[in-house]
């Protein structure tokens, strides 16, 4: 599964929507992106890579494109 | 800074009930003992002495610091407060926690900060908002750059939670008058 795939899979996983979320999608345009939501993509993304993410990593994170771009960086 | 007054404010949902001192300190107090919000203040569980809080805590001032109340429309019960600090150069610092859990993931800071920095941006000659934020403290994250703010700088190892011996590393957010009022939480108060 490429990055893109496993990023949408993650974020939908984590806003209890699987499979209803897209590469385009960013936390501005998702209602059920809210701070909880956030806190199990940043959680979701730490299980599936098996370490924690840096202050910056996790700062950084406002759409699905971005948790793709880390994902294939990491 | 001569004093400023502030009246309530209303958002979609919620009133921000402007409180003096002695009313911030009996809707924060249970905070002194609240280990998840004070993890996300202070970075550490430990209980906090009313002395300390008297001092420390995030209570308002005359001048420069206010405390809002987050109170439901309908309700007369605070979920949270929401305090702001004004610097004598233009830039101001929040500082919120909502200690009702069933509020929590329900975009309660957002919605209040917003009204908040529309307020201070429109009224109080503010240029800039900022925030500190410890870097696993992701709710409070989230709500920064859900607001549109800028990650503009980071603090390794800058302190230590002397409960669990944690190091930890924050992050710093900006926020300037004119992004802001580009932006799409920004409220044009009458007459401007």
Same mark, same amino acid.
């Given at each position: 599964?490429?990055?893109?795939?496993?990023?949408? %899979?993650?974020?939908g996983?984590? /806003?209890n929507?699987?499979?209803?979320?897209?590469i385009? #999608?960013?936390?501005n =345009? $998702?209602?059920a992106w809210d701070?909880?939501?956030?806190?199990?993509?940043? %959680?979701?993304m730490e299980?599936? /890579?098996g370490?924690?993410?840096t202050?910056?990593?996790i #700062?950084?994170?406002? =759409? $699905?494109?971005?948790?793709a771009?880390?994902?294939?960086?990491? | 800074?001569?004093?400023?007054?502030?009246?309530?404010?209303e958002?979609?949902?919620?009133?921000?009930k402007?409180m003096?001192?002695?009313?911030?300190?009996?809707?924060?107090?249970?905070w002194?003992?609240?280990?998840?919000?004070?993890?996300?203040?202070?970075?550490?569980?430990?209980?906090r002495?009313?002395?300390?809080w008297?001092?420390?805590?995030?209570?308002?001032?005359?001048?420069?610091?206010?405390?809002?109340?987050?109170i439901?429309?309908?309700e007369?019960?605070?979920?949270?407060?929401?305090m702001?600090?004004?610097?004598?150069?233009?830039s101001?610092f929040?500082?919120?926690?909502?200690?009702d859990r069933?509020?929590?993931?329900?975009?309660v800071?957002?919605?209040a900060?917003?009204r908040?920095?529309?307020?201070?941006?429109?009224h109080?000659?503010?240029?800039?908002f900022?925030?500190?934020?410890?870097?696993?403290?992701?709710?409070?994250?989230?709500?920064?750059?859900r607001?549109?703010f800028?990650?503009v700088?980071t603090?390794?190892?800058?302190?230590?939670?002397p409960?669990?011996g944690?190091v930890?590393?924050f992050?710093n957010?900006?926020m300037?008058?004119?992004?802001?009022?580009?932006?799409?939480?920004?409220?044009?108060?009458?007459?401007?």
């Amino acid at each position: 599964m490429g990055s893109e795939a496993r990023a949408c %899979a993650i974020v939908g996983d984590a /806003l209890n929507c699987p499979g209803a979320i897209g590469i385009g #999608a960013e936390m501005n =345009s $998702v209602a059920a992106w809210d701070s909880l939501g956030h806190m199990a993509i940043v %959680a979701g993304m730490e299980r599936e /890579l098996g370490h924690a993410l840096t202050a910056e990593q996790i #700062a950084s994170i406002t =759409s $699905v494109r971005r948790v793709a771009e880390l994902l294939e960086a990491l | 800074m001569s004093k400023l007054v502030i009246g309530p404010l209303e958002t979609e949902r919620f009133i921000l009930k402007p409180m003096g001192m002695l009313e911030a300190l009996r809707v924060t107090n249970r905070w002194r003992h609240d280990p998840d919000i004070l993890n996300g203040l202070m970075q550490t569980s430990k209980p906090r002495s009313l002395g300390h809080w008297l001092l420390r805590g995030p209570l308002p001032r005359t001048r420069n610091r206010f405390a809002f109340a987050i109170i439901p429309k309908g309700e007369t019960v605070p979920i949270g407060a929401h305090m702001v600090r004004l610097q004598g150069y233009r830039s101001a610092f929040g500082t919120v926690a909502v200690h009702d859990r069933n509020w929590w993931g329900r975009n309660v800071v957002v919605e209040a900060r917003a009204r908040l920095m529309n307020h201070f941006f429109a009224h109080c000659g503010v240029e800039r908002f900022y925030g500190v934020v410890d870097s696993r403290n992701v709710a409070s994250i989230f709500s920064y750059r859900r607001l549109g703010f800028d990650h503009v700088g980071t603090w390794h190892r800058q302190k230590q939670n002397p409960v669990t011996g944690e190091v930890i590393d924050f992050v710093n957010f900006e926020m300037f008058r004119d992004q802001w009022v580009k932006g799409p939480f920004w409220e044009a108060p009458d007459g401007q």
